[in-house]
């Protein structure tokens, strides 16, 4: 067995094959000593670059001890107790009661932060954490943020910590006793202002703000950091917090000025939902009708009054057909997207995009839906994605605050990786229908369910089988998937004649034709489209019936149906209108509900199960197979999933849409 000395030795004094990597096996022979006369001495020699090797190693391991005992021990302030300022008032011989100049430049040290970075368990610092961080520097912002951390903190879904950079000596106890806050909060508290804080410059004091937000990230891998985004915060925190969460891939969120009242729901959302929130990048799709400005305008003034905070702004387009009525043309050229209330400081932002058709004659539906598609190509599949919006429609001030809730919270958070949502989900409904996706019949919604956290009275949402085309959010890897299935399908009739799984139309021709072709999808992969509770919807969006202008492609189609039909309501639903928060709708406290707790509708409309709908799409999918694919029996129930739905068609060397 090896002395201790060996192995201490053969630790740190490593041969060359052991400088490059560790081998257990490695055992080197060793020369037997040679007998020598007692009065012999060796003769001097250099010595041998293995030695030296050895030598270099050893004072490489003492500096980085060094080093690391130097960073705990200087900048985080590790066995120092003295008052930081002492120094610098006694060489400016003034008293600690006077205010003397911002002027001090010199080394940063944070004497506090390291006895509360420590106190975080090894477990809750690791690269995939629950730990979220509420960063500040103003008092004022301290108050802002506060409340957030605190019910962040109650909702028990993340580690809360918040970190003090302040010229300010207040006390953190003093902080949180000022601000309401107590052991109920579940807030974790850090100290990270540095040495001579109250008379440092700006510049040592942006400085110290990255170096803090550094060794904070260091110990505890926040999965995202809220700040004040607004004037109230220091302009030198706000700076340093931009450019060095940038720099270290750390999500940065900027609260707005109104954020009490528009982003309460911020605080339900789990670390792996704020990790996504400045990754995800939503378009906006609208399709204008050859006839009826009306409608158009009226969608387009809804969206210039909505609420959208300045990093989330969509991009807008507008598909024009061949004619252009005379007040639509007059309305776009004086309208601005986005909104300069939205852009202050920022001139010059353009995010709008018009194409008009070249095309004279009706479109066809086949022409209809390769327009549609065409409109759009994700540049993220996970983290792109498409809102389109029929003319028909009217926004509430509150519909992108519910739909990005939505979104995080259903296709990001740990619940919705664990349980596979991000992979079932098609994409979020601002409405409910108020027919069922054949046109035949009024649409019943299910029924509240009987768990007593539900508030009674408010409805449910639902997961439903059949997309709709009034106001939702597609998925950006979904619509890559049905750009795919239209593709090949349109190929597939141009070779052979068209079967009669395609020939089957199961959506109404009040609908574009594009969402018959989403429901094959969804029917085919036992996708779903959340839709929203009727008094949620109410706050988010409602649809005019008033101004109904049927599909170019089922214009003749729909003609003597349009004379024959008596206009009534507006809607079965009233807009709630700009003072309800679509909290208040929602019957769990304000969360929302998991999707395994609410009901699954088939279809066609009728209550199933999640095991009932994979195989209904199992059964699907081999039939499609076989009738459209192109595929053999045995190939028919193969079960690969491609992204661009490659895996429903059997073509021989088939090389098109591949990513």
């Known amino acids: 067995m090896q002395s201790r000395w060996t192995h201490f030795r053969n630790l740190f004094f490593l041969n060359d094959e052991e400088m490059g990597k560790k081998d257990d096996d490695h055992q080197a022979a060793r020369p037997t000593a040679l007998l020598r006369n007692p009065q012999w001495q060796p003769t001097a020699k250099v010595p041998t670059r293995r030695v030296l090797r050895r030598w270099t190693t050893l004072i490489l391991v003492a500096a980085a001890v060094w080093f690391f005992l130097s960073y705990l021990t200087f900048d985080l302030g590790f066995g120092t107790g003295r008052d930081p300022s002492a120094r610098y008032y006694g060489q400016k011989g003034l008293g600690m009661g006077m205010a003397p100049e911002r002027d001090y430049n010199g080394a940063l040290r944070f004497p506090e932060l390291a006895e509360s970075l420590n106190a975080i368990p090894t477990q809750r610092g690791t690269s995939h954490s629950r730990n979220v961080l509420f960063f500040a520097a103003s008092l004022k912002s301290a108050s802002t943020l506060l409340p957030f951390a605190c019910a962040m903190g109650t909702e028990r879904k993340n580690y809360v910590h918040f970190a003090l950079m302040s010229r300010d000596a207040i006390r953190l106890e003093d902080l949180q006793r000022i601000n309401g806050i107590d052991g109920s909060c579940q807030v974790m508290f850090h100290d990270a202002r540095p040495n001579y804080a109250d008379v440092s410059a700006d510049p040592r004091m942006q400085r110290a703000t990255a170096r803090a937000l550094f060794h904070i990230n260091t110990f505890m891998h926040p999965q995202a950091v809220i700040v004040d985004g607004t004037d109230r915060e220091e302009r030198w925190f706000r700076d340093a917090t931009r450019l060095q969460s940038e720099s270290m891939s750390l999500p940065l969120i900027e609260l707005p000025r109104d954020a009490a009242e528009s982003l309460t729901w911020l605080t339900k959302l789990d670390s792996y939902s704020l990790a996504a929130w400045d990754k995800i990048k939503i378009d906006i799709l609208i399709q204008a009708p050859p006839k009826g400005s009306g409608s158009l305008l009226r969608l387009l003034q809804s969206l210039n009054a909505a609420d959208f905070p300045p990093s989330t702004i969509p991009h807008l387009t507008i598909q024009l057909p061949f004619e252009v009525e005379a007040e639509t043309q007059v309305f776009l050229q004086k309208f601005r997207w986005p909104p300069p209330r939205l852009v202050e400081g920022r001139s010059g932002v353009q995010m709008l995009s018009l194409r008009h058709r070249i095309a004279r004659h009706r479109m066809t539906e086949e022409e209809s839906a390769v327009r549609f598609l065409e409109s759009f190509w994700p540049q993220s599949p996970r983290f792109s994605h498409i809102l389109v919006l029929s003319p028909q429609a009217e926004l509430t001030p509150q519909f992108f605050p519910y739909l990005k809730f939505a979104l995080l919270e259903y296709r990001y958070s740990q619940t919705a990786l664990l349980e596979d949502w991000d992979e079932r989900l098609l994409g979020i409904s601002m409405t409910v229908p108020r027919t069922y996706i054949n046109g035949s019949e009024d649409f019943l919604a299910p029924p509240e369910p009987t768990d007593p956290e539900h508030k009674k009275g408010l409805g449910t949402s639902f997961l439903w089988q059949a997309p709709h085309s009034d106001a939702i959010l597609f998925m950006g890897d979904k619509w890559i998937e049905l750009h795919g299935l239209v593709s090949r399908v349109l190929e597939q009739q141009r070779d052979t004649e068209s079967p009669a799984l395609l020939s089957d139309k199961s959506v109404s021709k009040h609908y574009p034709a594009w969402l018959e072709q989403a429901l094959r999808l969804s029917r085919a992969r036992g996708y779903f489209t959340l839709y929203p509770s009727p008094i949620t919807a109410s706050t988010a969006a409602t649809v005019h019936r008033d101004l109904f202008q049927p599909p170019e492609e089922y214009v003749k189609d729909l003609e003597q149906e349009r004379k024959d039909r008596v206009v009534t309501q507006a809607d079965h639903h009233v807009l709630a209108g ?70 429903l068609f059997c073509e021989k060397n088939d090389e098109a849409n591949v990513l």
């Open 578 to 647: 700009p003072l309800v928060n679509v909290l208040d709708t929602l019957p769990s406290r304000g969360n929302l509900p998991p999707l395994s707790s609410i009901p699954l509708l088939h279809w066609d409309g009728t209550a199933t199960g999640l095991g009932d709908l994979d195989d209904a799409a199992r059964q699907y999918t081999a039939k499609w197979r076989r009738e459209v694919g192109g595929c053999s029996e045995e190939e028919a129930d193969r079960a690969s999933v491609h992204l661009t739905a490659k895996d």
